[in-house]
């Protein structure tokens, strides 16, 4: 197995166990509190992880938003994790540049930025830090996020699942394997 499909498999892997993880801790909204029970997102039901939660009591406001933190949490966890595949099998490193002639080039770039956030800090985004809203407002560019989308109202990275985390996975098994290619000839010789 080459080194590009070795990355696209562990990828897919990863974007499995995101969707099951958070297929049982989704985001759930305020008006849900008082329930007892809630069920995976038609998301994660149309990808075949069809979950109820039934819980002793009833959802607080507090118990839905520490829900939040913990979906957000996963995100983050899953960003740390595709950029540690793609490091360990070479495709990037901490001293080289990304090369923009791959495509999806962007994808590994923001990323790199995102995973940088978290990794080295809080990962907390704060508006009146210009390099934070400078990457937080190229992720909305990028994927194309929708005015009002969820994340605007609160002080986190918008890295929804469907939205932003699995389309930069995708972007990334592209450059893996355009970058893997555009080796081979140098290493035929």
């Known amino acids: 197995m080459s080194v590009a499909n070795d990355v696209?498999?562990?990828i897919d892997r990863q974007v499995d166990l995101l969707h099951r993880c958070r297929s049982v801790f989704p985001r759930l909204h305020q008006g849900m509190a008082g329930q007892t029970e809630f069920t995976a997102?038609?998301?994660?039901?149309?990808?075949?992880?069809?979950?109820?939660?039934?819980?002793?009591?009833?959802?607080?406001?507090e118990f839905i938003d520490g829900l939040f933190e913990l979906?957000?949490?996963?995100?983050?966890?899953?960003?740390?994790?595709?950029?540690?595949?793609?490091?360990?099998?070479?495709?990037?490193?901490?001293?080289?540049?990304?090369?923009?002639?791959l495509p999806n080039w962007r994808d590994v770039d923001l990323l790199r930025r995102l995973?940088?956030?978290?990794?080295?800090?809080s990962g907390t985004y704060d508006p009146a830090n210009a390099e934070k809203?400078?990457?937080?407002?190229?992720?909305?560019a990028y994927y194309d996020i929708p005015e009002?989308?969820?994340?605007?109202e609160v002080e986190k990275y918008p890295i929804g699942v469907g939205r932003v985390l699995?389309?930069?996975?995708?972007?990334?098994?592209?450059?893996?394997?355009?970058?893997?290619?555009?080796?081979?000839?140098?290493?035929?010789?």
């Open 8 to 10: 696209a498999a562990e």
């Open 41 to 61: 997102p038609e998301y994660y039901r149309k990808l075949g992880y069809d979950v109820c939660v039934k819980l002793a009591q009833p959802m607080t406001e």
């Open 71 to 101: 979906g957000h949490w996963l995100n983050e966890n899953f960003v740390t994790r595709l950029w540690a595949i793609l490091e360990s099998n070479g495709i990037v490193a901490k001293t080289t540049k990304i090369d923009q002639s």
């Open 115 to 121: 995973r940088n956030r978290i990794g080295h800090g």
């Open 133 to 140: 809203k400078k990457l937080f407002d190229a992720i909305v």
């Open 148 to 152: 009002g989308y969820s994340y605007f």
């Open 166 to 189: 699995v389309p930069m996975a995708n972007g990334c098994k592209a450059y893996a394997a355009g970058f893997v290619a555009a080796k081979e000839p140098a290493n035929s010789s």
